[in-house]
């Protein structure tokens, strides 16, 4: 066997359902799980709704093994533009699993029924498999049980649409779960389970390549250069559901323990591609706990609970938004080969509209953030027509350092002005050494909106980008000012 070769080891996909190993073998590499659901095992609890991973309907709960709580991990996440092969080696939860044995509802249905929240009934079985999750995460008895907020509330059905407009009941719902006498999970025993379909070796889940190693991966990516790459899948789901694309070989990088790692080093968090946005956002936010109020609008619950941080860095869509905080942040991105590896800062990644600086044969395999440090400022701002679960039609991310009253370093993000994730550095060089007063914003604020060359589109024109994007650097400094005279909708200061 040559050095660039890899024994694949052909297998069906393996999960579990209602304590049951489930063994599937005739399905393609890009069916979606909300589709084998329904025309293949006839559970038609799980509702289609949008298609897109939007709307919430279709919402399923996967339970994975947890090695940092020695335990399992809960996620609602949307089977629409979920691949079956994505669920292999875990737990799959559907609406209909959700009654114990006698037929009794769970908390979750109950709470729904009782506080009037199911109007018309189609969003119903999504709302109580995100409040399913929740409740795992933060009611049962492992858990020790917590008051359920009405912001905790909120954010945890951010990705659960109701077109009847019933979201007070329903929220109220959410908040009622720690009510009602408990229901457990013998999560012991699904530990068990779960550690037998652990892969030990890579496999072949017809035509879904899932490589159990990073040497694999650069191995078969190098074999298979046309393999469509997956993690999450929120983005190329998309393209089978909506562009209705068939995709008969695909490589995924969730697999491989190396890339899902997160570590910390003195001076950077060590963020791996294939780490969840979900776990990526919350180490961050250790670091910069002010991103909260931003991390909880980056798409909703269930998609942070698939897409993946190299996921959405490699999609290069001009209108992501990590890309401008962490160009801001002053990340750089680890690109590897079977030839050796390289890095360079994040905005030298992206080479033009939809084009990055990753070979044929390479692997997005780490993100390192430098540590929050002392005197400095961070901020991202987020402007979309709606609040939740929207594109950004502007993005600015700022990191600033200061000593004696003067800027001593600036970097800024943007994102969704141009075709491209950028860095303001003529703005930056315009700040960097002056004071940090009113004349300096006002002359940086004159500079970001000659710096690029914003676009017109759907979301927003390129006058009212260039406007903005200034403002937002001014809403920065009148944030950093001891007197605010307004009140930051997101719950901050302005």
């Not at 024994?7 to 304590?19: A, L, M, N, T």
């Not at 890579?202 to 490589?211: E, K, Q």
């Not at 001009?318 to 890095?343: E, F, K, N």
Request: charged share 20%; glycine share 8%.
């Amino acid at each position: 066997m040559s050095a660039s070769s890899v024994f694949v080891e052909p297998r069906p996909i393996r999960f579990i359902r209602r304590g049951q190993v489930v063994s599937e073998s005739h399905v393609s590499a890009d069916r979606t799980l909300l589709d084998y659901l329904r025309e293949d095992l006839a559970q038609t609890g799980t509702k289609e709704g949008c298609a897109e991973g939007d709307c919430g309907a279709c919402t399923v709960v996967l339970a994975e093994l947890n090695e940092q709580r020695n335990g399992v991990r809960w996620r609602a996440v949307n089977s629409c533009i979920r691949f079956v092969s994505s669920i292999d080696g875990a737990a799959l939860y559907t609406v209909e699993d959700l009654r114990d044995d006698s037929g009794a509802l769970h908390p979750a249905q109950q709470a729904m029924a009782e506080s009037h929240g199911t109007q018309c009934g189609f969003c119903t079985p999504g709302f109580v498999m995100s409040m399913f999750a929740l409740y795992q995460e933060s009611v049962t008895p492992a858990r020790h049980g917590v008051e359920i907020t009405r912001e905790q509330a909120q954010e945890t059905l951010s990705g659960n649409l109701c077109r009847c407009t019933g979201y007070r009941p329903i929220l109220e719902a959410a908040q009622k779960l720690p009510m009602y006498p408990q229901r457990s999970i013998d999560e012991a025993a699904l530990v068990e389970q779960l550690k037998s379909l652990q892969p030990t070796q890579t496999a072949d889940l017809r035509g879904a390549l899932r490589p159990a190693t990073l040497p694999d991966l650069l191995a078969l990516r190098k074999q298979y250069p046309d393999a469509t790459v997956i993690a999450g899948s929120t983005d190329v789901g998309l393209w089978v559901t909506k562009k209705h694309q068939q995709h008969a070989r695909t490589l995924d990088v969730t697999a491989a323990p190396e890339l899902t790692r997160m570590t910390q080093t003195p001076t950077h968090l060590v963020i791996g591609a294939a780490a969840l946005l979900r776990d990526a956002f919350a180490l961050m936010e250790e670091q910069w706990p002010q991103l909260h109020h931003w991390f909880a609008r980056f798409g909703s619950v269930p998609i942070r609970n698939s897409a993946t941080l190299g996921g959405n860095i490699v999609n290069a869509s001009p209108l992501g938004d990590s890309m401008p905080l962490l160009i801001a942040l002053g990340a750089t991105v680890t690109l590897q080969s079977l030839g050796g590896s390289r890095s360079m800062p994040l905005e030298d990644f992206y080479t033009g509209f939809k084009k990055i600086a990753l070979r044929p044969d390479e692997i997005l395999t780490a993100i390192h953030v430098p540590k929050a440090k002392n005197q400095e400022r961070v901020a991202a701002y987020k402007i979309s027509k709606r609040f939740d679960q929207d594109i950004s039609a502007i993005c600015l991310a700022l990191r600033l350092g200061f000593a004696d009253g003067t800027v001593q370093s600036a970097r800024i993000g943007a994102g969704s002005i141009t075709g491209v994730p950028a860095r303001a550095r003529a703005t930056e060089a315009a700040l960097i050494g002056q004071p940090w007063d009113e004349a300096t914003v006002q002359r940086a604020v004159d500079i970001i909106r000659q710096e690029f060359r914003p676009t017109t589109g759907v979301r927003a024109s390129a006058n009212y980008r260039r406007q903005v994007t200034g403002n937002l650097l001014q809403r920065f400094w009148l944030e950093s000012q001891p007197d605010p005279v307004l009140t930051n909708l997101e719950g901050g200061r302005l």
